[in-house]
């Protein structure tokens, strides 16, 4: 069975700065999928970012990049130029190639100060 | 395009007592999700569609919880009897098949077990 771990409860960041997100994983897939998705406090949790295991090139959406190193089964996102709007629970997602399960961390609340 | 609806959003009942949740996923999506987010924690996936069929159910308390999708479209989730650990929200979910594409999630239902 997979397992996600975000060693992060919460963190913050001013507006404008960078700050990155910490994931790891475990797995014995060699081919998978990897999400981050953003839950904003009271609305629906939609997709930041995702990275296929097999691309050795990180995803970049916009300001949101991700740094995967698979042999370390790390999946971090660095969040550049931190809008008041990116304030949010954050979730490190897993999901095989097979069925598509889904296996989601507990979660990182980041906050934005003005 | 319409996204995910659930209802209710709200249920408060008393333990041992019954309660159901509708899903309708967005049109077209194939795969349809149930997770359960108990507060503080990521997503824990109940069960998984494929149309109208079950791809995953491995964490489905099958001795209280049933799900069931009519003709690959909307979906039900009960819960006969209700105890108070399952005081959580209640998130549907739907993609285009499994994998690599997107889920998006509807606004969930919180469920509170007095």
């Known amino acids: 069975a997979q397992t996600v771990t975000q060693s992060q409860p919460e963190m913050s960041v001013q507006e404008a700065e960078t700050v990155t997100l910490s994931c790891t994983y475990d797995?014995?897939?060699?081919?998978?999928?990897l999400f981050w998705y953003k839950q904003p406090p009271s609305r629906q949790m939609i997709l930041v970012i995702r990275?296929?295991?097999?691309?050795?090139q990180n995803a970049t959406e916009n300001r949101f990049s991700v740094n995967f190193q698979k042999a370390a089964k790390s999946f971090s996102l660095k969040i550049s130029d931190s809008q008041l709007g990116d304030t949010a629970m954050y979730f490190c997602?897993?999901?095989?190639?097979?069925?598509?399960?889904?296996?989601f961390g507990d979660g990182t609340t980041l906050t934005v100060k003005p | 395009e319409a996204g995910v609806a659930q209802s209710p959003r709200y249920k408060i009942i008393e333990k041992r007592q019954s309660v159901a949740f509708w899903c309708n996923p967005i049109?077209?999506?194939?795969?349809l999700y149930w997770y359960q987010q108990i507060l503080g924690q990521g997503p824990k996936l109940l069960i998984q569609?494929?149309?109208?069929?079950?791809?995953?159910d491995s964490q489905l308390p099958k001795d209280r919880f049933s799900a069931e999708r009519l003709k690959g479209v909307d979906s039900t989730l009960k819960i006969q009897p209700a105890k108070l650990e399952d005081s959580a929200v209640y998130l549907c979910?739907?993609?285009?098949?499994?994998?690599?594409?997107?889920?998006?999630f509807g606004p969930g239902t919180r469920l509170t077990v007095t």
């Open positions: 797995t014995s897939e060699s081919n998978y999928y």
């Open positions: 569609f494929q149309n109208n069929g079950v791809v995953d």
């Open positions: 049109s077209g999506h194939a795969t």
């Open positions: 997602a897993f999901r095989d190639t097979n069925a598509g399960k889904s296996t």
């Open positions: 990275q296929e295991a097999y691309k050795q």
């Open positions: 979910a739907s993609s285009m098949g499994p994998s690599l594409y997107e889920q998006y």
